[in-house]
């Protein structure tokens, strides 16, 4: 998984060495790469397609390698992962089906690259394998931008459900509660707006690989996430809930995690 441009440098470095409690060198940080073996095939935008609404739609076909979700955030498996799509070089989400879309708010119109990036559960991506697109963003009826939002107090997160010490078994719906911050969907990999972002679900640590994406499951713009425990061990495990603003970049402090029994 590669950083954002908004990402790079010392103060974003800085930020992370405060929040994970990791000592975090200057410059510019190492790529997560890997050799998946995927030979991805973009089917849809075209090289050169004149985007004039405000959702960019995608296609894609993957072989030699099985897309799955269920084990995102856990120990690599050969030949299983899922892909990444990044606008601009910056990551919007991993993704599992064939098609995605991509809200193109907080997009100045102009030529833009959608990259499309076979990536390992650990969401090392598979660089030899990216594929990039070239448009042009022209809308018909252009999005006002985001107004920044200002609250009263700090943002914050806590954890609805499940309960500490629950067992669960398959799978569950890891739902929160968050205060003094706005979800967005639409903004994902955007450039940051002051109140707004979205959460990550990780388990077990938030220091494993670059930005604790090593053992992220997924992440959410809505008031839950379903946990899938097909790559995830019995036994105790912490989950964990962490604000992010729109460049996946974790809000200080504003964090949460349970401790439950997989069986």
């Not at 030699?64 to 899922?82: E, L």
């Not at 991993?94 to 997009?107: E, K, N, Q, T």
Request: aromatic share 6%.
């Amino acid at each position: 998984m590669r950083w954002s441009k908004t990402r790079i440098g010392v103060v974003a470095i800085t930020v992370l060495g405060a929040v994970y409690g990791t000592a975090v060198a200057l410059g510019a940080p190492p790529m997560m790469t890997v050799d998946t073996g995927a030979k991805l095939t973009v089917l849809a935008p075209k090289t050169g397609t004149t985007l004039t609404g405000n959702t960019l739609s995608t296609r894609v076909s993957l072989t030699n390698f099985k897309v799955d979700c269920r084990y995102a955030g856990t120990p690599n498996r050969k030949g299983i992962g899922h892909y990444h799509i990044e606008l601009d070089k910056s990551l919007i989400n991993m993704f599992c089906g064939p098609r995605a879309s991509i809200s193109m708010l907080d997009v100045q119109p102009g030529k833009h690259t959608v990259e499309f990036i076979p990536a390992a559960n650990n969401h090392a991506d598979d660089l030899k394998a990216m594929k990039k697109i070239s448009f042009t963003y022209k809308p018909a009826n252009p999005l006002p931008a985001v107004k920044p939002l200002n609250f009263a107090g700090k943002p914050a997160i806590s954890i609805v459900s499940p309960k500490p010490g629950a067992t669960v078994h398959g799978g569950f719906n890891f739902a929160v509660a968050v205060k003094n911050f706005r979800l967005s969907c639409a903004l994902y990999g955007k450039a940051n707006v002051k109140g707004y972002g979205h959460w990550h679900a990780n388990v077990d640590t938030t220091t494993q690989g670059m930005m604790g994406m090593g053992t992220m499951l997924g992440m959410s713009c809505g008031r839950s996430f379903h946990v899938s425990l097909a790559g995830i061990k019995p036994g105790q495990h912490k989950f964990i809930a962490i604000l992010e603003d729109n460049t996946h970049a974790p809000t200080i402090g504003a964090q949460a995690s349970v401790t439950v029994d997989v069986k």
